[in-house]
């Protein structure tokens, strides 16, 4: 058994109702239990009822962000809306006996009549996990979304997203999904599944406006408290070449100020693809797992625009238009933010991220981000 077989196996034993089993051939299990398994470059990417009235639902609310990526997700849809999917190169049809058990307790669905599943799975390898919706088998509506930990790091991150849901459904509702259910010992969640349409590439008033919902109520920090998280995450670097490092050292330099600015929740993934309109064109943010509490302004923002700058010029011209825009002041007045916070901010981000590209050999932004941090560097001394 190859890798990814392997990997599609671990997915439906831990996914589906105690007992199932997997099977090779879909025509040896019920229609309901059919599956198709979708692949990238990288390996099975989604595993979906067979019945695309089932899956076609939730799917549509999903879109990749660059323009390539969007066509070959719309053929994709069109194929499996027609029900040729399972015929198209490299996709997979298997069975998974036993998936129309009502036993899905373990993944927190508490409904009368088993769902159907709309699996994602994760990229990263070592903190990888499956991201379930879990849709009404009678009407394909999503109803809950279940993640289930495959390797161990993902166990500690979901739970870390647990804690920060709970936390913002009390201080913050609206901004997040709302927690329906955490198994400590498992590592599984469930949460709500917001209805909408992907929040688009570009920042917008429905964006400043969710951003500064972020801004924790009467607290604030420091540039120079923001520090002490940054020489922590420095600490595990393993491949601290001489710019990067004397780059780094400028920064904790610059950055030690005690003047108090306001104090955020930070997402910490702030992209395109954890953005989710509603009806409304209010925002609601998925992927929790990276956030955390009493974080600097600016971060989510400079992350916006960073995930889609794959070049200098790209970055230069992102950030240009977005702080040039007449809707980055429903953000920035109320926090404060001048010039001179605004050029911290971007320093601070920009030496986390420098930081996360040499705790890992190589990397391939590791070079970009040097150069934006001189850069930023530059542009405040």
Known sequence: ??????????????????????????RDVDPGERYIVVPDRNGPRWIIPENARLGLTFLRQW???????????????????????????????????????????????????????????GFFRTRRKAAAALVDAGNGRPITMAKIPIEPTA????????????????????????????NKESGVSSQEVVIGKPAGNRLTKAHFEFLLRLAMKGRQTSFQEQTARLEKKMSGIV???????????????????????????????????NLMARADNTICAYDWESSWLNGPPLYDFFKFIYTQATKHDHARSFLAESKNSPMYKIYAEPLGIDDRVYALAAILFLAYHLTACLESVPHHRTGFFSSELALAIGNIA
């Open 63 to 121: 879109s990749p962000s660059f323009f390539l990526s969007k066509l070959k997700w719309k053929a994709l849809l069109g194929a499996y809306r027609v029900g040729v999917l399972g015929r198209v190169p490299g996709v997979r049809r298997i069975g998974v006996a036993g998936a129309g058990s009502n036993n899905w307790s373990h993944v927190g669905w508490s409904e009368d009549r088993a769902p159907c599943a709309v699996i994602h799975i």
């Open 1 to 26: 058994m190859n890798q990814q077989s392997e990997l599609v196996e671990s997915v439906v034993r831990r996914v589906f109702p105690p007992g199932s089993e997997f099977a090779a051939n879909p």
């Open 155 to 182: 166990a500690r991150n979901i739970a870390h997203e647990a804690d920060i849901l709970s936390r913002l459904s009390a201080e913050n509702p609206g901004v997040a999904p709302r927690l329906y259910y955490f």
């Open 239 to 273: 491949n601290r070449d001489a710019q990067a490092g004397e780059l780094l050292d400028k920064s904790i330099k610059i950055l030690d100020r005690p003047e108090p600015v306001p104090a955020m929740w930070v997402h910490g993934d702030f992209a395109p693809w």
